[in-house]
């Protein structure tokens, strides 16, 4: 299978931060060589996220230009190199989570590739590893939820905020669930969501207090960022958890450390990659996410597929769940 693969592909890299104009489509990339730990995916799908705008905007600094965007992916595995005993084989189907996925091939730490089975539909490995893995290691890890424990998740209808609202419901926990229109609250109401509210301050306070008796949820998780912050400190109950990681609406303004102290909460801005470092990690999250994903009728949501050279058009679409197809 390896003398298949080309000398050059295709591609999106970015030059300089910016708009969507940053975006630049390229036909003679060359083919990346896995390096020792690494294995070579020929991609089929490429899962869109926020953190890709986060990289093309500047929001988080991209280490070198030119840079190719991407963070996970779903294809066939065609190539491995040294020193990969936990890879799947060649010719797998297979997920993954690493860099550079905006691509025609995308070389990924074997550690965090893992093969799909059979049930999972196509395309739904690219669509869900990111965004399923952050749910599952926000409910496990940033904040263990219990069975009928109370959860305030904001923008409940967007990418991760679903998939918080389905794992929730999955490990029997009762969420109230933020979104903007009735529309999107009725979304997350029938994917498992207890309680919808709007965004007004008072509505999801009230919301909160006549949900728990007065105690304040066990855990807030906070993916808008600036604009929710104070809502959610407000709304976290005593000895809660306030989980912020996200930043849609911007990043929350500098904190004071002493506001912990009226509630004794703890605050946390994870991120997935921390979760899910090790080989170990990576293959315990997502041999429980595909098992959830096949048992569990989650509703993997799919905006809309768009072919690679368009992949701006993903990127100017609110970041509605969406993926690139390679073809």
């Known amino acids: 299978m390896a ?10 890299i970015i030059s300089k931060n910016g708009g969507t104009e940053v975006l630049e489509y390229k036909t003679d990339l ?20 926020y953190i890709d705008t986060y990289f093309r905007t500047g929001l988080y600094p991209a280490p070198h230009f030119p840079y190719t965007l991407g963070r996970e992916g779903e294809g ?14 060649p010719g797998s189907r297979v997920a993954y989570m690493g860099q550079a996925a905006y691509a025609q091939y995308t070389t990924a730490s074997a550690a965090q590739t893992i093969a799909l089975p059979s049930e999972i539909p ?12 952050t ?27 679903l998939w918080l609202v389905q794992l929730l419901k999955l490990v029997g926990a009762k969420t109230i669930a933020t979104a903007s229109t009735p529309e999107k609250r009725e979304l997350a109401k029938k994917n498992g969501a ?11 306070k ?20 600036k604009t929710t912050f104070d809502l959610s400190m407000e709304c976290v109950g005593r000895k809660g958890s306030m989980i912020s990681f996200g930043n849609a609406s911007g990043q929350p303004a500098p904190f004071t450390i002493a506001r912990l102290s009226a ?21 315990h999250y997502g041999k429980e996410l595909l098992d959830m994903m096949v048992k569990g009728n989650i509703d993997v949501r799919i905006h809309e597929i768009y072919p690679l050279k368009d992949v701006a058009r993903a990127h100017q679409a609110s970041l509605a769940p969406c993926i690139t197809q390679i073809g």
Do not use: C
């Not at 003398?3 to 999106?12: A, D, L, N």
């Not at 409910?139 to 990418?159: C, F, K, Q, S």
């Not at 009230?206 to 960022?225: C, I, L, P």
């Open 122 to 133: 196509e395309a739904h490995g690219a669509a869900g590893l990111l965004q399923g893995l």
């Open 3 to 12: 003398s298949e693969i080309p000398k050059t592909m295709s591609g999106v």
């Open 76 to 89: 066939t595995l065609v190539s491995t190199g040294p020193n990969t005993p936990n890879a799947p084989k």
């Open 30 to 49: 060359p083919v990346p060589q896995p390096k020792e730990g690494e294995v070579l995916v020929k991609n089929d799908y490429i899962g869109i996220n």
């Open 135 to 161: 749910a599952l290691t926000l409910i496990r890890e940033a904040h263990h939820v219990n069975r009928g424990d109370w959860v305030l998740v904001h923008a409940a209808a967007g990418g991760t905020g």
């Open 194 to 204: 207890e309680v919808v509210v709007g965004y007004g301050d008072e509505e999801v």
């Open 263 to 283: 509630k004794n909460v703890r605050l946390m801005r994870p991120t997935l990659f921390n979760f899910i470092t090790t080989h170990e990690e990576f293959d």
């Open 206 to 225: 009230k919301t909160v207090q006549e949900s728990t008796n007065g105690k304040g949820v066990v855990a807030v998780f906070d993916g808008v960022g």
